[in-house]
């Protein structure tokens, strides 16, 4: 009686952990496997060159197995929620009003005519292809805007599901793929067609979908050109937050579903998400100077950081038989959205410059 008792008494030295301790304790496992795969996708592609997030999602894939083991899942969960949408938000550092509006008028109609249609046309291609709206929203819009950060942002605020996670990490493995493939081929293009640095600029910029593609093709053309394009890229990422806004919107309505309110019924989700305000936030504050200039290249990195493992951390969640259960259709799609992005930049190009 005396040993049970004695058993069943904590041992008094033993700290129990409680509050941020108790959740750091859950989490760190799982997080620090995402770091870990995340440093190593660094590295190689600092040794090697590529994608930094390509190497983290394949990286991921491998470790599939782990996804399952209760000691990892919570870091997981941590780094496709709260890391994720850090790093989107922090992506406002890099934008100014400034930026935006030494565009022009005339720019900036193209390129937001340009992403609005590339939008709305990969909705109708999915319906065409028989996928879902949700589907083509959010490879329409990962196409028209920024790639990669615009398929986890918009992904963050829809309805979460497996077969939304398999289609969000088919996206991000698409899209990138594209965007270095268009880096190369594009500036033969623009070479081709003779445009000036403005017009180059915006083509390379207004067309081609993760940052650092975009940076490496328009400076390969030129300092000029690369100025450019990457105002008109910037411009792209700070439409990001209208569009996230809106399906955020669309999709919290749908939710609510003018069903009564109930002790039980869960609250309909914030309009604006939280990474969002802090978003809008780093773009004011970059636009009055207040951010320092030393800091900048900081913010830009942690932002970086932070998407890099919450891909890897998709990754882990996904498996490659999985990514090919969605079928053809998916990539059909993405190739429809950026010919169609690409051919509509062009159009507009050649009928505006004199």
Request: proline fraction near 5%.
């Amino acid at each position: 009686m005396t040993i049970e008792t004695s058993a069943r008494k904590p041992v008094p030295w033993l700290p129990v952990p409680s509050g941020f301790a108790a959740a750091l304790q859950l989490r760190w496992p799982g997080a620090l496997l995402c770091g870990v795969i995340a440093m190593a996708a660094s590295f190689i592609s600092r040794l090697h060159g590529g994608p930094q997030l390509l190497y983290a999602l394949l990286f991921g894939v491998a470790f599939h197995f782990l996804h399952e083991d209760t000691k990892v899942r919570p870091g997981i969960e941590l780094c496709t929620g709260i890391v994720l949408r850090l790093g989107v938000a922090l992506l406002g550092a890099r934008i100014t009003v400034a930026q935006i509006a030494a565009l022009g008028w005339s720019t900036a109609l193209i390129v937001v005519g340009c992403v609005l249609s590339t939008i709305f046309g990969g909705i109708w291609f999915a319906r065409r292809l028989g996928l879902s709206t949700t589907q083509g929203l959010l490879s329409g819009a990962a196409t028209a805007i920024c790639g990669a950060s615009a398929a986890l942002a918009i992904s963050a605020v829809l309805p979460r599901s497996r077969e939304q996670e398999r289609f969000t990490l088919l996206v991000v493995v698409s899209v990138t793929s594209l965007s270095t493939l268009a880096m190369l081929l594009y500036p033969l293009l623009v070479h081709a067609l003779r445009l000036s640095p403005a017009w180059a600029g915006l083509f390379l910029g207004g067309s081609i979908h993760d940052v650092a593609q975009v940076v490496g093709a328009g400076y390969l053309m030129g300092q000029e050109t690369g100025d450019a394009a990457t105002i008109v890229k910037l411009f792209r990422v700070s439409m990001l937050a209208l569009v996230v806004i809106a399906v955020s919107a669309a999709y919290r309505s749908r939710r609510a579903g003018g069903t009564p309110q109930t002790p039980q019924t869960p609250q309909r989700p914030a309009l604006v998400p939280w990474f969002l305000w802090l978003f809008l936030l780093l773009v004011v504050l970059h636009s009055m100077h207040v951010v320092p200039d030393f800091a900048q290249p900081w913010i830009g990195d942690v932002s970086r950081g932070c998407l890099i493992v919450a891909i890897a951390a998709l990754g882990v969640k996904t498996s490659f038989q999985m990514l090919l259960q969605t079928g053809w259709r998916p990539f059909v799609l993405l190739l429809a959205e950026t010919f169609w992005l690409a051919a509509a930049l062009l159009a507009s190009i050649l009928l505006a410059r004199p």
